[in-house]
């Protein structure tokens, strides 16, 4: 049985973010449709592929703030001492992410 290893780079958001949230709360009230740059921000983003329009802030939060790393993913093999494991090639992670957040299940 194989274990599912996702991982992603978590950065801060920008103050971008927070005004683009309270835009679309702000249409989300009057019921009108959300701006061009409302629309094109969350839709050029990890929320593409989500219905972020009910969205609350921390889970938009969370998609917006983690960047996928899985490509950067290095899995070590039995010639390593211990066994199995994950290696990372540090220099490779963009300039903006602050920790590693690893997905297993």
Same mark, same amino acid.
């Given at each position: 049985?194989? =274990?599912? $290893? #996702? =991982? =992603?780079? @978590?950065?801060?958001?920008?103050e971008k973010f927070n005004?683009?949230?309270? %835009?679309? !709360?702000?249409?989300?009230?009057?019921?009108?449709?959300?701006?061009?740059? =409302? $629309?094109? #921000?969350?839709?050029?983003?990890? %929320?593409?592929? #989500?219905?972020?329009?009910?969205? !609350?802030?921390? !889970?938009?939060?969370?998609?917006?703030?983690? @960047?996928d790393l899985s #490509?950067?993913?290095?899995? $070590?093999?039995?010639? @390593?001492?211990?066994?199995?494991? %994950?290696?990372?090639?540090?220099?490779? %992670?963009?300039?903006?992410?602050?920790?590693?957040? @690893?997905?297993?299940?």
């Amino acid at each position: 049985m194989g =274990v599912s $290893t #996702y =991982v =992603v780079g @978590v950065r801060d958001l920008d103050e971008k973010f927070n005004l683009m949230f309270e %835009l679309k !709360e702000k249409c989300n009230e009057a019921d009108v449709s959300y701006p061009e740059e =409302v $629309t094109e #921000y969350f839709n050029n983003s990890p %929320l593409a592929d #989500y219905e972020w329009g009910d969205m !609350e802030k921390d !889970e938009m939060a969370t998609h917006m703030g983690e @960047v996928d790393l899985s #490509y950067d993913l290095r899995i $070590t093999s039995g010639d @390593v001492e211990y066994g199995d494991g %994950l290696s990372f090639d540090l220099s490779d %992670l963009p300039d903006d992410i602050k920790s590693i957040r @690893v997905y297993m299940n």
